[in-house]
């Protein structure tokens, strides 16, 4: 069973930083693209970030590059989204995802989906 297990959403303050976990298992992921997604209230969900399993180049949505950041550790099957500079508009449900087509940015090619992880920044 493919599990995608998201941790480390809470509530902090504009400015603040937040490291999000995503733990996943049941499958080899080695080929696959992973990524973070956001669902912000009363929009559709959006892309963060994402990286293929086995390495490379980085990408991210604008509004977050330089402030966040998608890391993995190939060890512990786990993929990390550090977010820096938390803003009030990066309040939502954060999401990670398996794409084991390669697709990137496009919601609809991720088959695999954690259950999301709460991050609301105050101002």
């Known amino acids: 069973q493919v599990q995608l297990m998201e941790s480390g959403g809470g509530l902090v303050q504009a400015g603040d930083s937040l490291r999000l976990s995503c733990a996943a298992s049941g499958r080899t992921f080695i080929y696959d693209v992973m990524g973070w997604f956001r669902h912000l209230p009363g929009k559709e969900r959006e892309f963060v970030a994402a990286?293929?399993?086995?390495?490379?180049?980085?990408y991210y949505e604008d509004s977050v590059r330089g402030r966040f950041t998608i890391s993995r550790d190939n060890a512990k099957n786990t993929v990390y989204l550090q977010m820096n500079s938390l803003k009030p508009e990066d309040t939502a449900v954060y999401y990670c995802a398996s794409s084991p087509s390669g697709s990137l940015y496009q919601s609809r090619f991720y088959k695999y989906w954690g259950q999301g992880t709460q991050v609301t920044v105050s101002s």
């Open positions: 990286e293929h399993w086995s390495g490379g180049p980085t």
